[in-house]
């Protein structure tokens, strides 16, 4: 039930990279046969790549090595690139720390930044992001949906007005690529951050879509690979393995997602029967396979040891998972108080959960939380 911070390399991903370990070693900058048929390997998985979210043109797709870094090549190249023109930035306030951390340094060089506050929900109004627009805003950032809480953001709405305004859009796809239909023609977006394990690919590689006829200033910088952008001996194994993933994803989306949603709906359902239990994030505008709650009176990082003590992996938006004393800045942005944001529980499901599982978390989830409250000082005692 934490697929959202790790999942499995399908089986036919897998079969597809194996070939590229030990035998076609090929570098594909390399003239000879073994080099041009890594050259044809690596395009086609380009190919597949653009496929999956609407790219016209494969050239757009440059590979990284993890969502992290296409967000950083994204922000750091776009901002670079465009400071003659301006040095103003627009995000949102549920960011992945890859985009947070990025714009605080980019603010310690002179740029500034505009963080858009989100509802209850974590949804952005994207007339907020319109007010926020001045004569130096080269850039907005907002990603397609969070993975913390599974709020999907009106990307189309907040494309058209940066595409109105002819301001750069960039859109952190990380959660949402492979799971939810991704367009980037019909979103107008001009930079997609793209994860391979996201979508049941390897670990270590990631992508990012850039419009064609867009420039962004590379930072990393050698012998010109991936089109002068990210240079780098590619990783033809993970980028097999990805352009493999995302075909699979463009087939079995659909299917995939209402399964998912039918199994999400149902921990929904019955989770909420328990007292001073709350949903987070949109209740219908959200990705099929979140399913994140809050309880009052406990801590998440309890729920979650008790829950793996049962055989089930699960996830918090609180102190244990972020690596600091501080609960989630996602839920703290949503308007909860920091009490309320460290009883969180995220479970979210994949390609190999089946109503069994549902069933056992269903099952399990209600006996954790009234232990828990048992011995909590804070949970009002009934009689």
Not at 23 to 38: Q, Y
Not at 118 to 138: F, H, P, S, Y
Not at 159 to 188: R, Y
Request: net charge neutral; with cysteine.
């Amino acid at each position: 039930m934490d697929y959202g911070s790790a999942s499995p390399v399908d089986a036919r991903v897998l079969e597809s990279m194996l070939p590229y370990f030990d035998k076609d070693i090929g570098n594909p900058s390399s003239l000879h046969s073994a080099g041009r048929k890594a050259r044809r390997e690596l395009e086609a998985a380009r190919a597949k790549v653009a496929n999956l979210i609407g790219a016209p043109n494969p050239k757009s797709v440059i590979f990284t090595s993890c969502a992290t870094e296409s967000n950083n090549l994204a922000l750091r190249g776009a901002a670079m690139r465009y400071k003659d023109k301006g040095n103003h930035i627009i995000t949102s306030s549920v960011e992945h720390m890859s985009v947070m951390n990025t714009l605080k340094d980019l603010q310690r060089s002179g740029f500034e930044a505009t963080y858009v506050p989100v509802d209850k929900d974590g949804l952005v109004d994207a007339e907020r992001i319109k007010n926020a627009i001045t004569d130096k805003t080269i850039l907005i950032s907002i990603m397609y949906a969070n993975g913390e809480v599974g709020t999907v953001q009106p990307i189309k709405e907040i494309g058209g007005i940066a595409s109105d305004k002819k301001i750069l859009f960039h859109v952190d796809g990380t959660a949402a690529v492979g799971k939810v239909p991704v367009n980037v023609e019909d979103e107008h977006i001009d930079l997609l951050t793209l994860s391979s394990n996201d979508m049941y690919g390897p670990k270590g590689v990631g992508a990012l879509y850039i419009k064609q006829g867009i420039r962004i200033m590379p930072f990393l910088l050698g012998g010109g690979q991936e089109f002068g952008l990210r240079s780098g001996s590619e990783n033809i194994p993970g980028i097999i393995g990805m352009g493999k993933a995302a075909e699979l994803a463009q087939k079995e989306m659909i299917d995939d997602g209402a399964r998912l949603i039918w199994m999400r709906d149902r921990l929904i359902e019955n989770i909420l029967k328990l007292e001073y239990t709350y949903l987070t994030g949109h209740r219908t505008k959200r990705l099929p396979s979140v399913a994140s709650f809050r309880f009052s009176f406990i801590e998440g990082e309890s729920i979650i040891l008790q829950l793996n003590d049962m055989g089930i992996t699960a996830s918090t938006g609180s102190a244990c998972s972020s690596k600091t004393l501080e609960p989630s800045h996602v839920l703290i942005a949503m308007g909860l108080r920091h009490e309320e944001a460290h009883g969180s529980l995220l479970l979210t499901l994949g390609r190999y959960n089946n109503d069994e599982d549902v069933g056992q978390v269903i099952e399990a989830v209600p006996k954790v939380v009234t232990r828990l409250r048992a011995l909590s000082p804070l949970y009002p005692k009934k009689g």
